[in-house]
């Protein structure tokens, strides 16, 4: 079964820093998605993504946050200087077109900001 | 606004008993609802889903049941097993031009042998 990549899966950086989370979303579907989930807290909606550009977004994705699909595989997730409240789970999602259709989700990177 | 809100953990259940984890939400307009399952170290996977009242989501034994009138879809399942110990997130999905996915806090089930 067609699966959602994301690497790495742990990324350790300073405060400061820039991060780029990456994400392989399955190659048919249309609308692709982050969310995060800080340690033992609940699953953050982020930021929605079809047809090249941001359909929606949280209060959580201010101007330090860009996504971009800089081809036609990959799905990333930069975080231009980072805090150290960055620190949770990523998580990219995809979807095909629809509500009812559910989104398929990575295993996660953990990031942790020093 | 629209939200989800789910029982708090953790459950604690004997190899067997019966489950249930509670789930309502709040919604404008009509929407999908969702069980995800998230086990230690890993990444959310969908369990069930229902798309419109009166659907009945199934998988791996556990059932939920889209219900309009009490904005609910309660987990269940008759008999859990040690392997089901993980965390049940419940969620809904709404065309809201992106069609974002909310969740709810999330549950965490422990099952003893």
């Known amino acids: 079964e067609p699966e959602v990549t994301q690497t790495p899966s742990h990324q350790v950086t300073q405060m400061g820093q820039e991060v780029i989370l990456r994400c392989v979303p399955i190659?048919?579907?249309?609308?692709f998605y982050w969310y995060r989930q800080i340690l033992g807290q609940k699953v953050e909606f982020l930021v929605s993504?079809?047809?090249?550009?941001?359909?929606?977004k949280s209060e959580i994705f201010d101007d330090q946050f860009s996504v971009e699909r800089p081809d036609g595989s990959n799905f990333t997730l930069k975080i231009r200087s980072t805090k150290l409240e960055d620190s949770a789970m990523y998580f990219c999602?995809?979807?095909?077109?629809?509500?009812?259709?559910?989104?398929?989700f990575g295993d996660g990177t953990r990031l942790s900001i020093l | 606004g629209d939200s989800v809100t789910q029982m708090e953990g953790p459950v604690t259940l004997s190899e067997e008993a019966f489950l249930t984890i509670n789930c309502t939400y709040t919604?404008?307009?009509?929407?999908?609802l969702f069980w995800y399952v998230q086990y230690p170290g890993e990444g959310l996977q969908l369990l069930l889903k229902?798309?419109?009242?009166?659907d009945k989501g199934s998988n791996k034994g556990f059932e939920a049941t889209y219900r309009k009138e009490t904005t609910s879809f309660h987990l269940e399942k008759g008999s859990v097993q040690v392997s089901d110990s993980a965390v049940y997130f419940c969620?809904?999905?709404?065309?809201?031009?992106?069609?974002?996915?909310?969740f709810g806090a999330g549950t965490r089930l422990f099952v003893k042998a």
């Open positions: 969620a809904l999905s709404l065309n809201t031009g992106g069609f974002k996915t909310i």
């Open positions: 993504f079809y047809n090249n550009e941001i359909s929606e």
């Open positions: 229902a798309t419109k009242a009166d």
């Open positions: 999602a995809s979807s095909g077109t629809g509500d009812s259709q559910p989104q398929h």
């Open positions: 190659s048919n579907h249309l609308y």
């Open positions: 919604a404008t307009g009509y929407p999908s």
